[in-house]
Protein backbone atom coordinates (compact mmCIF):
# COMPACT_ATOMS: atom_id res chain seq x y z
CA UNK A 1 0.00 0.00 0.00
CA UNK A 2 1.37 3.12 -1.07
CA UNK A 3 -0.49 5.03 1.87
CA UNK A 4 0.04 9.27 1.07
CA UNK A 5 2.31 10.11 -1.78
CA UNK A 6 3.63 13.61 -1.50
CA UNK A 7 5.59 15.06 -4.71
CA UNK A 8 8.13 16.44 -5.47
CA UNK A 9 10.40 15.80 -2.30
CA UNK A 10 12.71 18.87 -2.39
CA UNK A 11 12.29 21.95 -4.98
CA UNK A 12 13.63 25.41 -4.85
CA UNK A 13 11.38 28.23 -5.89
CA UNK A 14 12.47 31.74 -7.06
CA UNK A 15 10.67 34.50 -5.26
CA UNK A 16 7.56 35.17 -6.84
CA UNK A 17 7.10 31.75 -8.79
CA UNK A 18 4.25 29.35 -8.23
CA UNK A 19 4.07 25.58 -7.58
CA UNK A 20 1.70 22.87 -6.76
CA UNK A 21 2.64 20.42 -4.21
CA UNK A 22 0.77 17.08 -4.77
CA UNK A 23 -0.49 14.77 -2.07
CA UNK A 24 -2.27 11.23 -3.33
CA UNK A 25 -3.79 8.95 -0.90
CA UNK A 26 -4.78 5.55 -1.33
CA UNK A 27 -6.57 4.34 1.59
CA UNK A 28 -10.44 6.22 0.30
CA UNK A 29 -9.98 8.36 3.60
CA UNK A 30 -12.46 11.19 3.73
CA UNK A 31 -10.01 14.17 5.55
CA UNK A 32 -7.39 15.39 4.50
CA UNK A 33 -4.91 18.03 5.43
CA UNK A 34 -1.71 20.20 4.53
CA UNK A 35 0.62 21.06 7.79
CA UNK A 36 3.82 23.02 7.47
CA UNK A 37 6.60 22.54 9.38
CA UNK A 38 9.59 25.61 9.83
CA UNK A 39 13.03 24.74 12.17
CA UNK A 40 11.92 23.94 15.39
CA UNK A 41 8.38 24.52 15.51
CA UNK A 42 5.99 21.83 15.22
CA UNK A 43 3.68 21.20 12.50
CA UNK A 44 0.68 24.22 11.77
CA UNK A 45 -2.36 23.38 9.81
CA UNK A 46 -2.76 25.19 6.55
CA UNK A 47 -5.80 23.93 5.09
CA UNK A 48 -8.22 20.59 5.09
CA UNK A 49 -10.61 19.02 3.47
CA UNK A 50 -13.21 16.60 4.84
CA UNK A 51 -14.28 15.31 1.86
CA UNK A 52 -14.39 15.64 -2.59
CA UNK A 53 -15.63 19.73 -3.30
CA UNK A 54 -14.77 20.75 0.58
CA UNK A 55 -12.32 22.37 1.55
CA UNK A 56 -11.36 24.84 5.19
CA UNK A 57 -9.00 27.41 6.20
CA UNK A 58 -6.83 26.44 9.30
CA UNK A 59 -4.08 28.00 11.11
CA UNK A 60 -2.24 29.99 8.43
CA UNK A 61 -3.59 29.73 5.48
CA UNK A 62 -1.82 32.89 3.63
CA UNK A 63 -0.80 32.61 0.70
CA UNK A 64 -1.65 29.14 -0.19
CA UNK A 65 -4.81 27.57 -2.15
CA UNK A 66 -5.97 24.29 -1.99
CA UNK A 67 -8.74 22.17 -4.23
CA UNK A 68 -10.34 18.84 -3.77
CA UNK A 69 -12.04 17.27 -6.86
CA UNK A 70 -11.50 13.55 -5.66
CA UNK A 71 -11.45 12.06 -2.68
CA UNK A 72 -7.59 10.71 -3.61
CA UNK A 73 -6.03 14.03 -4.12
CA UNK A 74 -5.41 17.47 -2.36
CA UNK A 75 -3.11 19.75 -4.17
CA UNK A 76 -1.98 22.85 -2.12
CA UNK A 77 -1.20 25.67 -4.33
CA UNK A 78 1.46 28.42 -3.73
CA UNK A 79 1.28 31.90 -5.95
CA UNK A 80 3.94 34.52 -5.68
CA UNK A 81 6.67 32.20 -3.78
CA UNK A 82 7.89 34.56 -1.04
CA UNK A 83 11.27 33.53 1.73
CA UNK A 84 8.70 32.90 4.30
CA UNK A 85 6.88 30.02 2.74
CA UNK A 86 10.35 28.27 3.33
CA UNK A 87 9.23 25.15 4.89
CA UNK A 88 8.54 21.04 5.12
CA UNK A 89 5.03 20.29 3.57
CA UNK A 90 3.42 17.59 5.20
CA UNK A 91 0.40 15.94 3.37
CA UNK A 92 -1.71 14.07 6.14
CA UNK A 93 -5.07 11.90 5.43
CA UNK A 94 -7.77 10.49 7.61
CA UNK A 95 -10.95 8.22 7.34
CA UNK A 96 -12.04 10.35 10.24
CA UNK A 97 -11.24 8.78 13.66
CA UNK A 98 -8.46 10.70 15.41
CA UNK A 99 -5.88 8.19 15.50
CA UNK A 100 -6.46 7.30 12.17
CA UNK A 101 -3.94 10.07 10.82
CA UNK A 102 -1.60 8.72 8.01
CA UNK A 103 1.75 11.38 7.04
CA UNK A 104 3.18 11.83 3.97
CA UNK A 105 6.57 11.88 3.70
CA UNK A 106 7.11 15.51 3.19
CA UNK A 107 8.04 17.98 0.88
CA UNK A 108 10.75 20.73 1.51
CA UNK A 109 10.43 23.74 0.04
CA UNK A 110 13.10 26.90 -0.03
CA UNK A 111 12.61 30.13 -1.86
CA UNK A 112 15.35 32.20 -2.59
CA UNK B 1 -0.56 31.91 21.54
CA UNK B 2 0.94 28.13 21.76
CA UNK B 3 -2.28 25.95 23.16
CA UNK B 4 0.17 22.75 23.04
CA UNK B 5 3.72 23.13 24.65
CA UNK B 6 6.59 20.41 24.75
CA UNK B 7 9.46 22.69 26.87
CA UNK B 8 12.26 20.66 26.20
CA UNK B 9 13.25 20.99 22.68
CA UNK B 10 15.51 17.91 23.26
CA UNK B 11 16.28 14.82 26.05
CA UNK B 12 19.12 12.66 26.31
CA UNK B 13 18.59 9.56 28.23
CA UNK B 14 20.94 6.30 28.19
CA UNK B 15 20.09 2.59 27.03
CA UNK B 16 17.86 1.03 28.66
CA UNK B 17 16.69 3.49 31.22
CA UNK B 18 13.33 5.44 31.49
CA UNK B 19 12.40 8.07 28.84
CA UNK B 20 10.13 11.02 30.19
CA UNK B 21 8.62 13.19 27.59
CA UNK B 22 6.18 15.61 29.19
CA UNK B 23 3.58 18.04 27.14
CA UNK B 24 1.23 20.80 28.83
CA UNK B 25 -1.73 22.26 27.00
CA UNK B 26 -3.87 26.04 27.58
CA UNK B 27 -7.11 25.03 25.71
CA UNK B 28 -9.49 23.05 28.24
CA UNK B 29 -11.62 21.64 25.16
CA UNK B 30 -9.51 19.38 24.15
CA UNK B 31 -10.55 16.21 25.00
CA UNK B 32 -8.30 13.90 22.70
CA UNK B 33 -4.16 13.48 22.66
CA UNK B 34 -1.82 11.74 20.52
CA UNK B 35 2.05 11.68 20.49
CA UNK B 36 3.48 11.32 17.22
CA UNK B 37 7.26 9.77 16.27
CA UNK B 38 9.28 11.41 13.77
CA UNK B 39 12.76 10.12 11.90
CA UNK B 40 14.74 12.98 9.73
CA UNK B 41 12.87 12.69 6.26
CA UNK B 42 9.57 10.98 7.32
CA UNK B 43 6.42 12.22 8.08
CA UNK B 44 5.36 11.44 11.38
CA UNK B 45 3.94 8.45 12.39
CA UNK B 46 1.43 7.34 15.19
CA UNK B 47 2.96 6.62 18.63
CA UNK B 48 -0.36 6.18 21.20
CA UNK B 49 -3.40 8.39 22.34
CA UNK B 50 -5.53 9.12 25.45
CA UNK B 51 -8.51 10.21 25.57
CA UNK B 52 -9.28 12.87 28.34
CA UNK B 53 -12.07 10.12 30.24
CA UNK B 54 -9.28 8.27 31.05
CA UNK B 55 -5.92 9.52 33.05
CA UNK B 56 -3.50 6.51 31.51
CA UNK B 57 -3.28 4.53 28.51
CA UNK B 58 -0.42 1.52 28.05
CA UNK B 59 1.34 -0.29 24.51
CA UNK B 60 4.14 -2.34 25.14
CA UNK B 61 7.03 -0.39 26.14
CA UNK B 62 5.21 3.33 26.06
CA UNK B 63 2.25 4.39 28.65
CA UNK B 64 1.07 7.89 28.25
CA UNK B 65 -0.48 9.34 31.32
CA UNK B 66 -2.94 12.64 32.03
CA UNK B 67 -3.25 14.70 34.62
CA UNK B 68 -6.73 16.80 33.80
CA UNK B 69 -6.38 19.27 36.33
CA UNK B 70 -2.99 20.10 35.36
CA UNK B 71 -3.43 20.06 31.68
CA UNK B 72 -0.43 18.10 31.58
CA UNK B 73 0.40 14.80 29.94
CA UNK B 74 3.61 12.57 29.78
CA UNK B 75 4.92 10.07 27.56
CA UNK B 76 7.09 6.95 29.25
CA UNK B 77 8.95 4.59 27.69
CA UNK B 78 10.72 1.53 29.30
CA UNK B 79 13.08 0.59 28.75
CA UNK B 80 14.46 3.11 26.51
CA UNK B 81 15.93 1.51 23.21
CA UNK B 82 18.32 3.19 20.40
CA UNK B 83 15.33 3.44 17.90
CA UNK B 84 13.12 5.32 19.93
CA UNK B 85 15.66 7.81 19.10
CA UNK B 86 13.95 10.50 16.93
CA UNK B 87 11.41 14.10 18.02
CA UNK B 88 8.42 13.26 19.27
CA UNK B 89 5.67 15.28 18.97
CA UNK B 90 2.52 15.94 21.14
CA UNK B 91 -0.83 16.65 19.59
CA UNK B 92 -4.16 17.65 20.77
CA UNK B 93 -7.79 18.02 19.28
CA UNK B 94 -11.30 18.79 20.53
CA UNK B 95 -12.77 15.35 19.61
CA UNK B 96 -16.29 16.27 20.74
CA UNK B 97 -16.69 18.77 18.10
CA UNK B 98 -16.25 16.56 15.04
CA UNK B 99 -12.31 16.49 14.86
CA UNK B 100 -12.33 17.46 11.26
CA UNK B 101 -10.63 20.86 11.81
CA UNK B 102 -6.81 18.81 12.79
CA UNK B 103 -4.89 18.18 15.50
CA UNK B 104 -2.79 20.94 17.24
CA UNK B 105 0.84 20.08 17.98
CA UNK B 106 3.60 21.21 20.25
CA UNK B 107 7.26 22.10 19.18
CA UNK B 108 8.46 18.29 19.95
CA UNK B 109 11.25 16.79 21.50
CA UNK B 110 14.20 15.85 20.30
CA UNK B 111 15.08 12.18 21.82
CA UNK B 112 18.50 11.27 22.23
CA UNK B 113 19.11 7.95 23.42
CA UNK B 114 22.40 6.73 24.58
CA UNK B 115 23.94 3.61 24.38
Known amino acids: NAGVTQTPKFRILKIGQSMTLQCTQDMNHNYMYWYRQDPGMGLKLIYYSVGAGITDKGEVPNGYNVSRSTTEDFPLRLELAAPSQTSVYFC???????????FGSGTRLTVV | DQQVKQNSPSLSVQEGRISILNCDYTNSMFDYFLWYKKYPAEGPTFLISISSIKDKNEDGRFTVFLNKSAKHLSLHIVPSQPGDSAVYFC??????????????FGKGTHLIIQP
Open chain 2, 91 to 104: AAIIQSGGGADGLT
Open chain 1, 92 to 102: ASTPGTVYGYT
